[in-house]
């Protein structure tokens, strides 16, 4: 495979990878009288998202990589609204690059690739869903 669908699943672990970060740290420092069911809610994301990262990882293993493991940026504190919006705005920023990795990966004939990029993106549209529907937008 390129370098160029290579280096595309490896920005998408190293956005999975600040993305346990970030849910996690919102999990462990989340507060307040409604915070029992998000702060589930956002250890159940990161959960998934850490299956994500080591599917990515084997896949670009398998392609003749080095999986990063470095994170991108990771956002952090805040009030449960904030942590929910930042979670939002990451799942939406998600659901945009997965689209154009999946467009690469059909591009390039690689339909493993491709069959595992939408499966992830299937997800990601789903936390979003879930942080939407928290914060009370549509």
């Known amino acids: 495979m390129s370098k160029k669908l290579i280096d595309a699943l490896n ?11 970030q849910y996690m740290g919102h999990h462990y420092m989340g507060q307040g009288m409604e915070s029992p069911a998000i702060l589930d809610l956002f250890k159940q994301v990161a959960i998934v998202e850490m299956k994500h990262a080591e599917e990515l990882g084997e896949r670009i293993n398998y392609l003749g990589g080095e999986p990063t493991t470095k994170p991108s940026p990771i956002k952090q504190g805040g009030t449960l609204k904030k942590m929910l919006k930042d979670n939002l705005d990451s799942e939406n920023t998600a659901i945009g690059n997965y689209r154009k990795h999946i467009e690469l990966a059909a591009k390039e004939g690689d339909t493993t690739s491709r069959v595992l990029l939408e499966r992830i993106l299937a997800d990601e549209e789903g936390h979003a869903d879930a942080f939407m529907t928290v914060l009370g937008v549509k």
């Open 11 to 21: 920005q998408a672990r190293a956005d999975e990878l600040a993305v346990i970060i």
